[in-house]
């Protein structure tokens, strides 16, 4: 499972990026994490995340998306 950490993120808009470790942006929704972390996620916090496919994005899409304190879940 990559990891990264947040670069950005907008809970009015609902959506942010991960700065995978690769170096690559990846896109993501508040949906994408859990219900219990979401009030919780803010920039430079370490998560991990699977990608899906998404052909309206240019960039690649964050599933899952799991904060540090959870990794282990």
């Avoid at 993120?9 to 991960?18: E, T, Y």
């Avoid at 170096?23 to 916090?45: D, H, P, W, Y």
């Avoid at 964050?62 to 282990?72: P, Q, Y």
Wanted: proline share 3%.
């Amino acid at each position: 499972m990559p990891t990264g950490k947040i670069k950005w993120v907008s809970q009015q808009m609902g959506a942010g990026f991960i700065r995978s470790d690769e170096g690559k942006n990846v896109f993501f929704r508040l949906s994408a994490i859990r219900s219990s972390e979401m009030k919780t996620i803010r920039r430079g916090q370490c998560v991990s995340f699977d990608i899906v496919e998404n052909l309206k994005s240019i960039s690649p899409t964050a599933a899952s998306v799991k904060t540090s304190d959870t990794m282990d879940d």
